[in-house]
């Protein structure tokens, strides 16, 4: 896995989830100036990473066979011990 | 009338005898198996197949299995129900090994012939009662469990799929993904999905894809058969497998009637390929791209909204000083108007107090004046009321007659009316009588 450490301790789930919490107390008009301008910050960053992972599965379906898969990830390997 | 074969050269070296015509050979070895003994065989039918011509059958048990066959009609004969003689059931069979050689254009086949009436159903299989034991076995050491504690992602970036290489479940599972509009990276992992060879390369496959470390969840499609064709995934050491895997699977074995025991062990069971691709990716991808691009509009509608709010309420604060600086001058100047009236209507009020006073000492002053003027006069008129006031006389010597009601008797004529009366002196008063005669003056 290459993604960065923040993607994965967030998954898309956790992510879109938080998303509605941020609309639906923003659309509640109940959050501060500074409560909104926090969640629209912490918002626009979420919509980042939804985006991004569908982005990665949105490029196009790729299919490769399991010996392939293996192949790709020790030739990576090997590369990064070199 | 076929053309008659040229017999080729041997095999260089070979000490083998031949080379033969195969159709011939074929024929010896039919007759060979029908000279063998014929017997008595018990064990498991499985596979069964009614053809119009012949019924097809596998009988087995836990060591081996022969292919049987019997002609429709035998079999109608007998009466059985599909039910009695479902997969499964256990029989005894009668008959003897039988060749069909094939030809040029038909294929051979070796079966088992049962002979006319000789087959007898003797219970349900056991192989049923093994696999019902061994799903209570797993179920009681709790392996039904784990997988489905798994997180399944939204949203996976690789699905493994372990599936026949030819299946049509192959097909299935991309028209599942295309449904759900995800496009990611797809690891197949091919495997036999039938026979007795299939649960380790199925096992195999399964614990390859997850020692990768790149797939999120792994599919297990197979296109559907009797639960015969379906027994490989039943093996214990598959399902113990696929319990303990750290990546989920969903299994798709499609069968709706007997369910096999990697539907109990996995982390979800579908009845087709299609419906497990789709439950690999539960979020479907195009909707949840519309959704992200709407939830970044709304963000970007409230993030403006704020900073508009914002820029309004500094705006107000920076107008706050002269308007708070306004307002007291206001304040200060309707309390000193108010003061200045307070102090005219006092000014009046007290003038008018005054005046009211002055008038007051005026009429007493001019009514002390005339008590002056008239006190002379009034002792006057005090000292002649006092010479006439009865008291006086009475002291002086005179009487006052009265009668008993208290009327002054003024003749003696009256008196005598009256008898009884009473004499006022100056000091008191005494009751008398009146009698004897006049003595008129």
Same mark, same amino acid.
């Given at each position: 896995?290459?993604?960065?450490?923040?993607? =994965?301790?967030? #998954?898309?789930?956790?992510?879109?989830?938080? =998303?509605?919490? *941020? *609309?639906?107390? =923003?659309? #509640?008009g109940q959050a501060g100036l500074r409560e909104t301008l926090e969640l629209c910050k912490e918002g626009r960053m979420l919509v980042e990473l939804c985006a991004a992972e569908l982005e990665a599965v949105g490029r196009g379906l790729e299919e490769l066979r399991l010996e392939d898969l293996v192949a790709r990830l020790e030739a990576g390997a090997g590369a990064q011990g070199a | 009338m076929p053309a008659p074969q040229l017999r080729p050269l041997g095999i260089d070296g070979s000490s083998l005898p031949g080379p033969y015509p195969v159709g011939r050979y074929a024929d010896g070895l039919r007759d060979f198996l029908r000279e063998r003994p014929r017997v008595q065989l018990f064990g498991e039918v499985w596979n069964l197949r009614l053809s119009r011509a012949k019924v097809y059958l596998e009988l087995r048990d $836990?060591? /081996?299995? !022969?292919?049987? $066959?019997? %002609?429709?009609?035998? @079999?109608?004969? !007998?009466? !059985?129900?599909?039910?009695?003689l479902a997969d499964g059931a256990q029989v005894v069979i009668g008959g003897g090994l039988d060749y069909y050689a094939g030809s040029r254009t038909s294929s051979p086949s070796f079966s088992f012939a049962i002979a006319a009436g000789a087959l007898r159903v003797a219970g349900e299989g056991d192989l049923l009662a093994q696999l019902d034991r061994l799903r209570k076995t797993l179920d009681a050491e709790g392996l039904f469990a784990p997988q489905k504690l798994l997180a399944r992602?939204?949203?996976?970036?690789?699905?493994?799929?372990?599936?026949?290489? $030819?299946?049509?479940?192959?097909?299935?599972? !991309?028209? /599942?993904?295309?449904?759900? /509009? %995800? +496009?990611?990276?797809?690891? %197949?992992? @091919?495997?036999?999905?039938?026979?007795? +060879?299939?649960?380790?390369r199925i096992a195999a496959a399964l614990q390859d894809l997850a020692a990768t470390g790149a797939v999120d969840v792994i599919v297990v499609a197979r296109g559907g058969g009797s639960l015969a064709d379906l027994f490989c995934f039943c093996d214990e050491t598959l399902c113990r497998t696929v319990a303990l895997l750290g990546v989920p699977v969903i299994a798709s074995v499609g069968h709706h009637t007997d369910r096999t025991l990697i539907d109990d062990v996995a982390a979800l069971s579908c009845s087709t390929p299609t419906h497990a691709a789709e439950s690999a990716v539960p979020v479907h991808c195009l909707r949840a791209r519309e959704d992200v691009i709407a939830f970044a509009r709304r963000l970007s509608v409230h993030g403006r909204r704020a900073l508009l709010h914002r820029a309004q309420t500094l705006a107000r604060l920076s107008r706050a000083p002269g308007e708070h600086v306004a307002g007291e001058r206001r304040r200060l100047h309707q309390r000193l108007r108010e003061i200045r009236a307070a102090g005219r209507r006092r000014v009046h009020d007290e003038r008018a107090r005054g005046a009211s006073k002055a008038l007051v000492l005026e009429r007493k002053a001019r009514a002390a004046a005339l008590d002056a003027h008239r006190a002379p006069r009034l002792n006057a008129l005090a000292l002649a009321l006092a010479a006439h006031d009865p008291e006086r006389t009475l002291e002086r010597g005179y009487a006052l007659v009265t009668d008993r009601g208290g009327e002054v008797v003024t003749s003696a004529a009256a008196a005598r009316e009256a008898g009884d009366v009473r004499l006022r002196f100056g000091d008191a008063a005494v009751d008398a009588t009146i009698g004897g005669d006049d003595d008129r003056a």
């Open positions: 896995m290459t993604e960065p450490e923040n993607k =994965l301790a967030l #998954s898309y789930e956790a992510a879109s989830a938080r =998303l509605e919490e *941020i *609309i639906t107390r =923003l659309d #509640s | $836990s060591d /081996g299995a !022969l292919p049987c $066959s019997m %002609w429709r009609n035998d @079999f109608d004969a !007998l009466g !059985l129900g599909e039910r009695t992602p939204a949203l996976p970036r690789t699905i493994g799929v372990v599936t026949g290489e $030819s299946g049509k479940a192959r097909d299935d599972v !991309l028209a /599942g993904l295309r449904r759900r /509009g %995800w +496009h990611g990276r797809l690891v %197949w992992a @091919f495997a036999p999905v039938q026979d007795r +060879h299939a649960a380790p």
